[in-house]
């Protein structure tokens, strides 16, 4: 089973979408999939079900249960491929405690959308995850990208700096992704991403 925990403390960076597209992505590939939702609007969870994705996907409060255990749970229980974590934006603690339990780290960043301003937070959530779990893989992915290409760029060079690999596949700014809550996923950008942070 492998985790992949989907952080950035900045909110409206793309989270939700990015859980669910790469859930939706590894379900249609085969694998079975879940979504632990710690965001407290359940935005993947209500999504999943409207859509009928068919994806168990369950909401976690983290101050009342212990995300460290559950996931020891599942892994141990072997339902389970590929787990996704949808976290809540300004919520460090959530970041952290989703990134001690993850195999992949999937850091989306808007362009435009002033997202590297505090990419520092997470930048240092994810260093201090990995003093402890070394083997932690975090990717950032480029969102609404190929619409601003200086700005773009200018994005880019902040998510380098990190010395995070930043992913060559990226979503657009698009109307079909910005309506795409609570509808089947589409957009084929996603399945490139997923195959790069499985690569
Ligand atoms: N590639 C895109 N093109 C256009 N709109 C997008 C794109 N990605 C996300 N959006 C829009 O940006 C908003 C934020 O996306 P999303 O909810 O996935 O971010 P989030 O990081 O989960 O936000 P929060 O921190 O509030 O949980 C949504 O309204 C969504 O429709
Ligand atoms: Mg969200």
Redesign the pocket.
């Known amino acids: 089973m492998k985790v992949y925990g989907v952080t950035?403390v900045?909110?409206?960076?793309?989270?939700?979408?990015?859980t669910v597209h790469l859930a939706h992505q590894a379900a249609q590939e085969g694998m079975r999939v879940a979504v632990l939702d710690l965001?407290p609007?359940r935005?993947s969870v209500n999504w999943i079900e409207l859509a009928g994705l068919g994806i168990p996907a369950l909401h976690i409060d983290i101050k009342q249960a212990d995300l460290e255990a559950y996931i020891g749970q599942l892994r141990s229980e072997g339902d389970f491929d590929a787990v996704f974590i949808?976290t809540?934006?300004n919520d460090r603690d959530a970041a952290l405690e989703t990134l001690m339990v993850s195999d992949v780290a999937v850091i989306?960043v808007?362009v435009g959308t002033s997202d590297t301003g505090m990419l520092g937070t997470t930048e240092r959530q994810v260093k201090r995850a990995m003093q402890l779990r070394p083997d932690l893989r975090p990717f950032i992915l480029i969102?609404?990208a190929k619409f601003a290409p200086a700005r773009e760029r200018e994005t880019v060079e902040e998510c380098l700096k990190t010395g995070f690999p930043v992913l060559g596949a990226r979503?657009?700014?698009?109307?079909d992704?910005?309506?795409?809550?609570g509808k089947m996923p589409q957009g084929q950008h996603y399945a490139e991403v997923w195959r790069e942070v499985n690569a």
């Open positions: 950035n900045k909110g409206g960076a793309g989270k939700t979408h990015t965001d609007t935005q949808d809540p934006a989306p808007g969102n609404r979503v657009p700014l698009r109307g992704y910005q309506a795409a809550a």
